[in-house]
């Protein structure tokens, strides 16, 4: 059981830095990483033979509902506190890839929002932390060790963002290891991402 663990997170946590060899293109970018997700939903219950439950999923409530839409505009504001203060550092940002998504059109945004909350939440979250934790026994390195392959996953994003990165992935970590509730990280990273892509151009545009 041991090596199919081993072998799920090197194969899973290893390909996402193949995507950049990929041709160039959100739509193949998104392509990619849904089916990177089908294929550790595929691994948990044919290879290791276990469910999503062994991943930190609960079943959801109108309550947990609520305290994620919550916790994601309190992460929100946090992300806001920290860009700033990469920004103040004059620490550099690639503003291409900023402004590729942003110029998305709102259906295809609403999607990339959504697969961003389920597959990241379950590859650098749930996913990692559960298994590296069987593995080593230690909730310091099950935590750290997909923060920092989080960020390594953003290396082309320039070194102000990859700090962002490193706090936000560091932050939802915490929060995944607190409550140990895959379904409330899903909602609490979807709320943040509506807020900073949909939400917030909108009333700037206004």
Known sequence: MN??????????????????????????????????FLIIMLWIYFVEKRTVVSIGW??????TVFRGTGLGVVLFILFGVIMTGVQALGLPLNQEIGQLIASQPLPFLLLIVIRAAIVEEVLYRSYAYERILELTKSKWIAAIIPVLIFMLAHLDWGLGHLIFVFFAG????????????????????????????????MLVEA
């Open 170 to 201: 560091a932050l939802f970590m915490i929060l995944y290891i607190s409550k140990r509730n895959l379904g409330l990280l899903m909602i609490i990273h979807f709320t943040t991402d509506v807020l900073a892509l949909l939400v917030l151009p």
């Open 58 to 63: 609960k079943q959801l409530t109108i309550k």
């Open 3 to 36: 090596i199919k663990k081993l072998i799920g997170l090197l194969m899973f946590l290893g390909l996402p830095f193949l995507f950049r060899f990929l041709p160039k293109g959100l739509i193949i970018h998104e392509i990619a990483f849904w089916f990177l």
